[in-house]
């Protein structure tokens, strides 16, 4: 598992489509039977995929870590965007639903995934950031997680947004973490767009249907890309990237966040007609 850097806005001006892909998209997170773990220059932030099917699968610090457990210096958010299973925390099992979500407190020793039925596997995405403080391990379902809608039908941009890990929710060190469900209709995500200063986002694109695509925004607001996105793939956003979507079909979509603060509003708006 070695560090993924990414380039900076000057060398994004000037790169072709598989250099954009290869920079800024992870793919591949979340194969059967495996954890698969990425390592990004974003924050120093820890990206991964686990999907259980006939035997439990245990998260093990990977050496480039240098740590004794994964967890030791770190924390992590883990959640659920297949079929029901469980993660069990130094042991303690949190049964997962599809959407409910379960926050890793620094500290804790051995994490473990499992499915409820390996013809049907969960899949469990995480993301981890190195943390300075301890917090409890906590589950939230995704029944009572703070939700509220935004966007109109007239604009195609009606959601769902969810928050797991913030302020007002599961406390955490760094980590800011929610999900956002396209209605039936609407496409586009995040517009009008907006950067983070302080901040570095990752967004995972799910629930996306067989042959349909996301179209991510990102770059500066004056010199604008677009990556082509499929179901279980991650789109990596710098302080200084727009990111947004508009996609074939309606979809879901789990923001992450972390560096200085957790305060979800803490971003610098881009009016739609500056946009180049």
């Not at 604008?224 to 991650?234: A, F, P, Q």
């Amino acid at each position: 598992m070695t560090m993924h850097f990414l380039p900076d806005a000057t060398r994004a001006k000037t790169m072709t489509t598989d250099e954009l892909r290869a920079s800024f998209l992870v793919r591949g997170l979340f194969q059967e039977g495996e954890v698969n773990l990425r390592r990004i220059d974003l924050d120093r932030v820890v990206l991964g995929g686990a999907v259980p099917t006939t035997t439990s699968l245990k998260l093990d610090a990977p050496p480039e870590l240098l740590a004794e457990y994964f967890c030791e210096r770190r924390e992590l958010g883990v959640l659920n965007i297949g079929a029901s299973g469980k993660v069990t925390v130094d042991g303690v099992a949190f049964p997962l639903g599809k959407k409910d979500l379960v926050y890793v407190g620094r500290g804790s020793r051995e994490i473990v995934f499992e499915s409820d039925d390996a013809a049907t596997p969960a899949r469990f995405y995480l993301v981890s950031y190195p943390a300075h403080a301890t917090h409890p391990t906590s589950r939230v379902s995704a029944g009572d997680v703070q939700s509220g809608e935004l966007g109109s039908m007239e604009q195609a941009n009606r959601r769902r947004i969810a928050r797991y890990i913030h302020a007002a929710g599961i406390q955490s060190a760094q980590l800011v973490m929610g999900a956002t469900t396209l209605e039936p209709g609407s496409v586009w995500n995040t517009m009008p767009a907006h950067t983070h200063d302080r901040r570095t986002e990752v967004y995972l694109y799910f629930d996306i249907p067989s042959g349909a695509v996301v179209f991510h925004q990102m770059g500066e607001p004056t010199e604008t890309r677009h990556l082509i996105v499929r179901d279980g793939e991650v789109a990596l956003s710098p302080g200084w990237s727009i990111h947004a979507g508009c996609g074939t079909s309606s979809y879901s979509f789990c923001w992450a966040m972390g560096g200085e603060n957790q305060d979800y509003a803490d971003m610098v708006p881009v009016d739609v007609g500056s946009l180049l």
